[in-house]
């Protein structure tokens, strides 16, 4: 997947347009990622003796990859990603703005 944990994004739909964020985690297998402080949702839960009371907690949930773009961290512009073969085989990802390589 593009997108890899650690990452900084930008969400380009939903709700949540135009927020930027930490990717906390990713779920390449789903095509989605979990991003600090983006899609909030609301949920009921029930009390866990002792650690939480019962209510509705707000939790994010993961988007769709798709729905985010990475910022690169060099030219600090939201872009596609592209991959790039170093010599010896490496894969590594660049920036399409900027072709640096992110990682
Ligand atoms: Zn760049």
């Known amino acids: 997947m593009k997108i890899r ?3 900084t994004v930008l969400v380009i739909a939903g709700k949540d347009r135009g927020k930027k964020g930490k990717v906390r985690f ?3 297998k789903h095509e989605r990622v979990l991003v600090e402080g983006v899609n909030f ?3 009921h839960a029930r009390a866990i003796r002792q650690v939480r009371q019962a209510g ?3 939790q994010e949930a993961p988007i769709n990859v798709t729905d985010v773009m990475l910022l690169c961290g ?3 512009h939201p872009t596609r990603v592209g991959f790039h073969f170093l010599e010896g085989g490496k894969k590594v990802r660049i920036c399409r703005v900027c072709h640096e390589v992110i990682d």
Request: aromatic share 6%; with cysteine.
């Open 41 to 43: 949702i609301k949920k």
């Open 74 to 76: 060099k030219c600090n």
């Open 26 to 28: 990713a779920y390449p």
């Open 56 to 58: 509705i907690i707000e």
């Open 5 to 7: 944990k650690n990452d």
